[in-house]
Nanobody, 125 residues
Framework: QVQLVESGGGLVQAGGSLRLSCVLS????????MGWFRQAPGKERKFVTA????????YYTDSVKGRFTISRGDAKNTVILQMNSLKPEDTAVYYC??????????????????WGQGTQVTVSS
C-alpha cells in the first residue's frame, strides 16, 4: 500500500523560504510522477508543480514560477519542494501526490492516485 508523508511546513515571514519533503513508501518510487497541490481555507485544491518519473521534466503553475523548485531524490524516495520568496497568498495546506502514470503529470487532482495528509504553510505579511 502506497503511503505519502509530508514534512517541513511552518510559519514564515513574507520573503522567507521553506522546504517541504514528501516520502513515498510501499512501492517503487521511480515508477511515479509526483506533484504538489495546495488548498487555502474555503477554496479548491489547486495544482502547484509536478515532476515526471525520472526528473527530466517539471511543470509549475504561473504564480510560483521562479520562486518554487521541485526535485526528486530517488535514493531516498523523496520529492522536495523548495519555496523561496514566499508571499502571504502562498498560505495553504500543501499536499504531496503520486501518479502511477509516471511519464505524465496532470494538473487536476483527479489525475493522481495517492495523497499525503498535508502540511500547513503560513506566510505572514
Amino acid at each position: 500500500q502506497v503511503q505519502l508523508v509530508e514534512s517541513g511546513g511552518g510559519l514564515v515571514q513574507a520573503g522567507g523560504s521553506l522546504r517541504l519533503s514528501c516520502v513515498l513508501s510501499g512501492d517503487t518510487f521511480s515508477d511515479y510522477a509526483m506533484g504538489w497541490f495546495r488548498q487555502a481555507p474555503g477554496k479548491e485544491r489547486k495544482f502547484v508543480t509536478a515532476i515526471n518519473w525520472i526528473g527530466s521534466s517539471t511543470y509549475y503553475t504561473d504564480s510560483v514560477k521562479g520562486r518554487f523548485t521541485i526535485s526528486r531524490g530517488d535514493a531516498k524516495n523523496t520529492v522536495i519542494l523548495q519555496m523561496n520568496s514566499l508571499k502571504p497568498e502562498d498560505t495553504a495546506v500543501y499536499y504531496c501526490a503520486a501518479s502511477a502514470n509516471g511519464n505524465y503529470y496532470g494538473v487536476s487532482p483527479h489525475e493522481y492516485d495517492y495523497w499525503g495528509q498535508g502540511t500547513q504553510v503560513t506566510v505572514s505579511s
